[in-house]
């Protein structure tokens, strides 16, 4: 038995995973987040002799923190840490699982401010372009990879929301599909020719071959058969960014920040590309014309004699 089983092991971590599955509607990768963040700080709590949930102090979370800032976590890391234990303790103290709220004044350095890295567009051309010639050898894989990438970058979409569509989420007549966002929303989403005629090539020579008994209705597959995992959607970017000249290594969240990206860029309303990305917020989509202007700085500096 480790060290941390006897707060990890305690009731009320499995009622807050529970809430969050079935309340809040978080991902498993969510909720695999928390899960963990929880567990580090039971391996800390269990170190300081703690032995329930009930017993933690403010003292006890700040020292945490402290630890993980010495040992040189990123701000992003202790903030994110910072935020899932006063999301626990929140919900603990609600539901009377723990006597007082031991989070209610815990603060965490604010998260820096970082552009996102992204291609230009001359990149996620070559980039996909490069799948192309890899899907000539018409291999069911090649097919597959070259139609999930043309709709990660024509559409914006999350990994999850990628390896989450069914066949029938996809129009190829209007060119829009029915994607099933954070918190369970829903929201339709279109993707151009491109994407459509590599959708075609797969769902047409690629995932006959590879569907098996256990397929179900899942728009990708593996190459076993079964629902894409969400690593291999992750390793397949990675792979063929590498093959791209000059390309920065992204994963499928940066074909998310470039889609965003060109499409500020060309003069699509930020209104329109908050809705096509399923942000909550229009201040997260607004980060996309921060990265249009500081690209327009860099060119301007390169470029013009006076800059």
Known sequence: MTKHSALTDQPVVAGYERHLRSERGRSPHTVRGYLTDLQDLADHLAGAGVGTWGEV?????????????????????????SAAARGFFGWAFRTGAVPRNPASRLVAPKRAKTLPDVLRQDQATALLDIAAVAA??????????????????????????????DIDDVDRTELVMRVVGKGDKER??????????????WLGSGRPRLVVAGSGPALFLGARGRRVD??????????????????????????RHSAATHL?????????????????????TQVYTHVSVERLRRSFSQAHPRA
Not at 141 to 146: G, M
């Open 188 to 201: 339709t989403v279109p993707f151009g020719r491109p994407a459509a005629e590599a959708l075609e090539a």
């Open 57 to 81: 102090t403010l003292a006890d979370l700040r020292s945490w923190l402290a630890g993980l800032d010495a040992a040189g976590a990123s701000r992003a890391t202790v903030a994110r840490r």
């Open 230 to 255: 969400p690593r291999v959607v992750r390793e397949v970017v990675h792979r063929l960014l590498r093959e791209t000249p000059g390309a920065p290594d992204l994963g499928p969240h940066g074909l």
């Open 264 to 284: 500020v860029e060309g003069g699509a309303d930020i209104r329109l590309v908050q809705e096509l990305l399923g942000h909550a917020s229009l201040a997260t």
């Open 136 to 165: 000539d050898d018409a291999d069911p894989v090649h097919l597959r990879d070259r139609a999930m990438l043309e709709l990660l970058y024509a559409s914006g979409i999350r990994v999850a929301e990628l390896v989450g569509l």
